[in-house]
């Protein structure tokens, strides 16, 4: 179970009046990451299109009578179905595009997984909400058009927020005047409200409308989660100041996901169902796990053995949070809908953090002096874990050669996982163009094999051990971070 900590709310009591100081980012920014967005809007465009397209041509298609006119009508769904799937084809790979949100110095980091925003239609709130002012309030609705202009102007820089504290600061005053203004200018009765709500999905493009200031919301709350991502990855891991936001900006992601799938329901959009939320909750809390073990290794590794078992059971939580990120995403009904860039970059992590954890047990074996013998002896029965018997070891190794030939074992075993990592990741188009991610995995890989190397020997015909399974503790367990107050 996760712990969660309430993160402070941003001045829910603010009037709507006091919106015109908020601006978004420019859209015509020629940032890579501005060209992406845009690019992702005019696909969506596109995709609405050949949908309405589709669907006059299967109504004429139950209509016409004439066989002539079926088969004509029948080629030209062909053809529709044909562009949407290139089209839902395009976009995917620009939502695989994960390395344009990254860190751009130099530094050698594993890169982390972001979301793109959500994007919207223009609305204007002018005149149903004049209309309703007249029937509802008999009050002279001119007396407030600055202000229901200032909350058109708001909603429109919340569609391009930037991406940093301010971007969130301007879709958290959007969401809290929709809190306001649902209770005074929106029918009780949605079915009668005249302001429809269009949102694309965040994956796949296909656009939902819904009349319900709800969707409006939830929409709102899920791009904060998805800015909160792009901030976090957009860190420099290699610091200790980047390493701390890229934490707490996963914690945020984490717990917009997880508010908006414990307060917001029936949502019409993929991106937004409770399977999809609580995947994006796990993946953003694995995220956040592993930069902590970045974070260690900044503070220096510890060469004792406790310190080597420390970051290796490290390695073995992250390992296990992100192999239940993968379960999550290749089930129904996500196995067809996440892209395959995203469930590649988590098995391969996987793999690699799994090696991770053999390699530095092995090195507490190997490594370790006379005087870590006892320390050895004791935390030794409860490092390992045998996930099918449910049992420990009862043997701890008793002198130096057998650490060695166990330590061997370990080491072999982590030789084994990095060449499957560097396997899965080969197999992956988008995951190939990542130089550094494929670099982070040969550095392992290298090091790894160098030390089996060392311990090979031509009169070595001591048979190989099996490994266990290892106990999977974190010394600093994230949390998620609501970032709306109850």
């Known amino acids: 179970m996760f712990k969660f900590i309430a993160f402070v709310d941003r001045d829910k009591n603010r009037n709507v009046t006091n919106t015109k100081s908020v601006q978004g980012s420019d859209p015509l920014n020629e940032s890579a990451r501005g060209k992406l967005q845009s690019r992702r809007s005019k696909i969506n465009d596109e995709i609405c299109r050949e949908l309405k397209m589709r669907a006059g041509a299967e109504n004429l298609y139950r209509a016409a009578s004439n066989r002539k006119m079926k088969e004509t009508v029948a080629l030209e769904l062909q053809f529709v179905n044909s562009n949407l799937q290139l089209l839902k084809e395009e976009l995917s790979e ?12 130099s530094s050698v980091t594993v890169p982390m997984i972001p979301l793109g925003l959500k994007e919207t239609n223009d609305v204007h709130f002018a005149a149903p909400f ?33 991406r940093d504290e301010a971007g969130i600061d301007l879709l958290l005053e959007y969401y809290n005047q929709l809190y306001f203004v649902e209770k005074r200018l929106f029918p009780s009765n949605k079915s009668t409200s005249s302001i429809y709500f269009h949102w694309y999905d965040s994956l796949t493009g296909v656009p939902s ?49 997880y508010y908006l799938q414990d307060r917001f329901s029936h949502a019409p959009s993929m991106d937004m169902q409770p399977q999809t939320l609580i995947m994006l909750v796990q993946l953003m809390m ?5 930069c902590t073990y970045e974070k260690q290794l900044l503070h220096g590794l510890d060469s004792s053995v406790k310190g080597y078992l420390d970051i290796a059971q490290e390695s073995a939580q992250i390992a296990r949070m992100y192999r239940e990120t993968h379960k999550m995403m290749t089930c129904s009904p996500l196995q067809d809908y996440v892209p ?28 370790n002096r006379d005087s870590d013998f006892d320390v050895l002896e004791k935390i030794f029965t409860n490092f390992y874990v045998d996930a099918e018997m449910n049992t420990v070891p009862s043997d701890v190794p008793q002198n130096t050669e057998e650490r060695r030939t166990l330590g061997k074992s370990h080491m072999r075993e982590a ?6 990592a560097m396997r899965v990741h080969n197999l992956c188009k988008q995951l190939r163009k990542i130089d550094t991610c494929q ?35 974190s010394v600093c367990p994230v949390s998620v971070y609501l970032p709306l107050s109850q």
Not at 130 to 157: G, V
Not at 286 to 290: I, L, N
Not at 444 to 467: G, I, N, Q, W, Y
């Open 94 to 105: 620009l939502n695989s595009s994960v390395d344009i949100y990254q860190n751009d110095s």
């Open 130 to 162: 004049k209309d309703y002012i007249i029937d509802h309030y008999s009050e002279d609705p001119e007396r407030f058009r600055s202000a229901i202009n200032d909350l058109d102007d708001l909603r429109q820089s919340a569609r391009t927020p930037s």
């Open 209 to 257: 409308s819904q009349r319900t200031v709800g969707f409006e919301k939830g929409s709102i709350l899920f791009n904060i989660g998805s800015l909160y991502t792009q901030m976090g990855c957009r860190q420099d891991r290699s610091t200790l100041e980047g390493v701390e936001a890229a934490i707490g900006n996963f914690q945020k992601a984490a717990g917009a996901f």
């Open 286 to 290: 694995s995220q956040a796990q592993e």
């Open 340 to 367: 395959f860039s995203w469930v590649s970059m988590v098995l391969v992590k996987e793999e690699h953090f799994s090696a991770l954890s053999h390699y530095y047990t092995a090195l507490a074996l190997i490594e």
């Open 415 to 420: 030789l084994l996982l990095h060449e499957d």
């Open 439 to 473: 670099e982070v995995l040969k550095q392992a890989h290298d090091r790894s094999l160098l030390k089996f190397e060392s311990l090979e020997s031509e009169d070595d015909f001591t048979e190989d051990k099996s490994v266990l399974s290892l106990k999977r503790e």
